[in-house]
C-alpha cells in the first residue's frame, strides 16, 4: 500500500506516531466545482449532436466544466492552476474529485477509473462546404417533384426581418444560406431550387452544400499535450494511468494509447493517427480517462485528492502530419497573479485610495505564435469597475510582428489610475487583456485563448494568495498539540483589525474539523514575537465568501504597522488550511513546535486574510428611521443611560466588533460595568428601530 502525500522534507515514522513537523497535503475536495454544481442544470447536458470538423479545445474559456458545445460529460476540472507552464491559459485536469467536488466514494487504493472526457460524436465520414453560388431571386426555380413542375420566382418568397417578400417582384441576392419559401402556405422549399442554363437549356440544381468524403489519405490525426501532476496533487504511480479510447455507433470503446504514470512534469504531445478506416464514420468519438489509486487512509486527516493528470491543446482535423506542430493561433500561455504591487493581491478599498502608489508599474503578457509565419499581434486593454458599471479605459498597447513558433513576453509601464477613487466601500475592477490578429482572424475556433480576464476586488481585507488552494497545510504528528503557525501581514494604513478569513480545506469525514486558538502576535526582527491576542473556540469552516470563513475577534485591535496571524493548536491533528503555490511568501511564515520559531520550508502562501475597518462590522442594519424619534441620553455618559420613548423597548449595546455586550427592556440601563470607549446601542419599539452611538467616560 503506497502513501499518496508529498513531503518537501523527508517525513520519519515510528511505532508511536509522526514527529511532529509542518506538513503539506494535497486537496480531497474541491469547493469550486461543488459550487458549480449547485447551479448546475443537467437537463441540458446530454444534446448528442453530431459536431464537424475541425475539432479543438484548449479549455480557455474560463468554464468550470467542460464546454456543452464539444463534450458530454462533466467529470474534469477545466482551470487556470494547476496547470505548470501549459501551452496555452487554462488545462482540463483528471483526478479522483467527482462532478460534485468530492472523492469518488468508491476510491480505493488499488488502481480504479476516475474522472472521464468525452468528445461529442463528430461527422469523421464527410466534410460538408457551402456553395457559394449567388445570384437574383428572380432567376429561381422550385421543382415538384409529384407534379413534375418548375415554379417560377414570382411563386416564391424569402423572409426578412418578419416579413416575407415575393422573390420576383421584391428581388435580392439569393445564397445558399437562405430559406425560400412557395405559394401562400410557405413551405421550405430551400433544398429544391433550380436556376435555368440559357447555354445548355437545361435546368441546373441548387446544391447548398457540398460533400467531401474522407480517407485515410487525407491524414487525419488526433493530437492533445498531456502532463503527470502539473501545480497541484501528486505524481501518479507507475500503476496508474492515462488513457485514450475511440468508438463509432457500430463499434464498442477501443483501447488506442495510454502512458503509465511518472515524475517527469514536463507537458509532451501526443500525435494520434487515425488510419482504421472503421473510425471513419458519422458519430465517432474519442474519450479520455485516468486510472488513479488513493493512498492509505490510517490518518483521516492525510486522506487526499492524488494522481493528477492535464490535458491542453486537443486538436482534431484533416490534412496533418506525423510532426504537425503548426497552428494558426496565437496563444495567450500566463495569468496574470494581480494587478496591484507584490505581495498584495488585494488591499481594503479605503487604504489603496489613501496611498497612489500600489498599482503594477509594468503590465506583462506572455504569450506564443504556433504558426509557420510572422504575425503582427495588436494588444488591448480594458477595465471596468464592476460595481459602479462603470467603463475606465481602453487602451491600445501597441502591435508587435511575432516570429514563427517562438515566445514573446510584453512589456509596458502601465498609465496612471488604473483603479479610480470612488465614494463606494468597495470595488471591483475586470480587466481584459485580448490579442489581435487579422491574419488569423479566419480561424474562429482558435480564438479563446486571445482574452485573459482578470479580477482585481478591493473590499475590507489583505490578500496575498490568488484564491486557490493547490494543496492544504497543517502540523502534525507527536508534539504538535500545542504547535503554532503565523503569517506576517503589514497594514499600509493605521487602522481597527475587526476578524481573519481563513480558507480550509475539506477532509475525508471532516477529519480536520478540530479546534484551534485563533492568535495574534506582535513582529520583531521579522518574526512573531508577543501574543497580543488569543481565543479559543474557532474550528475549521468549509463555507463563506469566496469560499473562506469569516472570524471575528471579540477584542478589535489597533494595528500601526505589522502583525502575525494565524492559530495554535489544540490537538495533534492538521487543521489543513489552504496553501496557494502560485506565489511564495514562505520566507514571511513560520511555525513553532517548542521554543524556537522556524521558517515554513515549503514554498507558497498561507490563505488567510486579514479584515480592517476604522467603523465596526456590526450585524444589524442602519436606521431606517428618523433618530430623533428615539433618543438616547446623557451622551457621553459615565454610570446610567436613559431611552426617551412612550413605547415599550428592546435595546442591545454592541462593542466595535459587533459582540452583544448587554440587552433588556428596560429604559433605564446601568452601564457602569462597561469600559470607557465607543459603544454602540440599537433601539427597538413594536413600530420603531434606531441605532445610536454612545461614548463611555
Known amino acids: 500500500m503506497k502513501t499518496k502525500l508529498l513531503y518537501l522534507l523527508i517525513l520519519v515514522f515510528f511505532s508511536k506516531g509522526l514527529l511532529s513537523q509542518p506538513v503539506l497535503l494535497k486537496l480531497t475536495y474541491n469547493p469550486h466545482i461543488a459550487k458549480e454544481y449547485s447551479n448546475l442544470n443537467l437537463k441540458n447536458y446530454k444534446n448528442n449532436d453530431t459536431i464537424m470538423l475541425p475539432f479543438f479545445d484548449d479549455f480557455s474559456k474560463n468554464n468550470t466544466y467542460p464546454d456543452t458545445s464539444l463534450w458530454l460529460d462533466r467529470n474534469v476540472y477545466i482551470n487556470n492552476n494547476f496547470g505548470y507552464k501549459p501551452p496555452t491559459i487554462g488545462v482540463a485536469t483528471f483526478d479522483i474529485i467527482n462532478m460534485a467536488g468530492e472523492v469518488y466514494p468508491y476510491a480505493s487504493s488499488e488502481p480504479f477509473i476516475a474522472d472521464y472526457l468525452t468528445s461529442k460524436p463528430i461527422n469523421l465520414s464527410y466534410l460538408t462546404t457551402p456553395n457559394n453560388i449567388t445570384m437574383s431571386t428572380q432567376l429561381l426555380f422550385y421543382y415538384e417533384t409529384a407534379k413534375n413542375i418548375y415554379h417560377p420566382a414570382d411563386s416564391l418568397y424569402y423572409k426578412a426581418g418578419n416579413t416575407f417578400y415575393n422573390c420576383m417582384y421584391f428581388p435580392t441576392t439569393y445564397n445558399t444560406s437562405m430559406s425560400i419559401y412557395f405559394g401562400h402556405n410557405r413551405i421550405d422549399v430551400s433544398d429544391s431550387l433550380y436556376y435555368f442554363d440559357n447555354n445548355t437549356m437545361q435546368y441546373v440544381y441548387i446544391q447548398r452544400l457540398f460533400y467531401t468524403y474522407f480517407s485515410v489519405a487525407d491524414s487525419i490525426y488526433l493530437s492533445f499535450y498531456y502532463q503527470a501532476k502539473g501545480n497541484g496533487g501528486n505524481f501518479p504511480d507507475a500503476t496508474d494511468s ?25 507537458f509532451k504531445r501526443a500525435m494520434i493517427p487515425i488510419k482504421d478506416t472503421i473510425f471513419l464514420k458519422k458519430g ?13 487512509l490510517s490518518n483521516p486527516s492525510f486522506a487526499s485528492n492524488v494522481d493528477f493528470w492535464n490535458i491542453d491543446y486537443v486538436y482534431l482535423n484533416i490534412h496533418r502530419h506525423i510532426n504537425d506542430t503548426i497552428f494558426p493561433d496565437v496563444a495567450l500561455t500566463d495569468y496574470i497573479r494581480s494587478f496591484i504591487k507584490e505581495p498584495y493581491t488585494s488591499i481594503p478599498w479605503k487604504h489603496y485610495m489613501q496611498i497612489d502608489t500600489l498599482q503594477i508599474d509594468t503590465i506583462r503578457l506572455k504569450y506564443y505564435n504556433y504558426s509557420s509565419d510572422i504575425v503582427n499581434v495588436r494588444r488591448i486593454l480594458k477595465i471596468k469597475n464592476l460595481t459602479t458599471q462603470q467603463l475606465i479605459k481602453i487602451d491600445s498597447l501597441g502591435n508587435e510582428n511575432i516570429n514563427p513558433h517562438s515566445f514573446y513576453e510584453f512589456k509596458r509601464k502601465t498609465s496612471p489610475n488604473y483603479f479610480p477613487d470612488n465614494n463606494y466601500d468597495e470595488s471591483i475592477f475586470k480587466i481584459t487583456t485580448y490579442l489581435s490578429a487579422p491574419a488569423l482572424q479566419s480561424f474562429s475556433y482558435m480564438e479563446w485563448n486571445d482574452t485573459l480576464n482578470s479580477y482585481q476586488v478591493f473590499k475590507n481585507f489583505y490578500a496575498i494568495d490568488d484564491g486557490s488552494a493547490e494543496y492544504g497545510i497543517g502540523l502534525a504528528g507527536s508534539g504538535s498539540q500545542n504547535g503554532q503557525m503565523a503569517m506576517l501581514f503589514r497594514t499600509l ?21 478540530k479546534y484551534f486558538y485563533l492568535t495574534i502576535w506582535s513582529a520583531k526582527n521579522g518574526k512573531p514575537h508577543n501574543i497580543i491576542y488569543k481565543k479559543e473556540g474557532f474550528k475549521p469552516q468549509y463555507h463563506g465568501i469566496n469560499e473562506f470563513h469569516y472570524y471575528s475577534l471579540d477584542t478589535a485591535i489597533f494595528v500601526k504597522d505589522s502583525i502575525f496571524i494565524g492559530w495554535t493548536q489544540t490537538t495533534q491533528d492538521l487543521l489543513n488550511l489552504g ?11 513560520f511555525y513553532k513546535l517548542s521554543t524556537t520559531w522556524q521558517q ?88 420603531i428601530s434606531s441605532i445610536h452611538k454612545i461614548i463611555k467616560n
Open 242 to 266: 492515462l488513457v485514450l479510447e475511440f468508438k463509432t455507433p457500430e463499434t464498442n470503446w477501443k483501447h488506442i494509447w495510454s502512458v503509465k504514470g511518472s515524475n517527469d512534469i514536463t
Open 284 to 296: 465517432f468519438q474519442f474519450r479520455f480517462y485516468n486510472y488513479a489509486s488513493l493512498g492509505s
Open 493 to 513: 494604513i493605521p487602522d481597527t483589525l475587526r476578524g481573519v478569513y481563513m480558507y480550509f480545506n475539506r477532509t475525508l469525514n471532516n477529519a480536520s474539523q
Open 579 to 589: 496553501f496557494d503555490l502560485n506565489y511564495d511568501y514562505s520566507n514571511k511564515t
Open 600 to 687: 515554513l520550508p515549503y514554498k507558497g502562501t498561507l490563505m488567510i486574510r486579514p479584515v480592517f475597518s476604522q467603523e465596526p462590522i456590526i450585524g444589524i442594519e442602519n436606521n431606517t428611521y428618523e433618530e430623533n424619534i428615539i433618543t438616547v441620553f446623557p451622551n457621553p455618559c459615565n454610570e446610567y443611560i436613559f431611552i426617551n420613548s412612550n413605547e415599550t423597548t428592546y435595546y442591545q449595546i454592541f462593542d466595535l466588533t459587533g459582540k452583544i455586550l448587554m440587552s433588556g427592556n428596560e429604559n433605564k440601563i446601568n452601564i457602569s460595568s462597561l469600559s470607557k470607549g465607543l459603544y454602540f446601542i440599537l433601539v427597538k419599539t413594536q413600530n
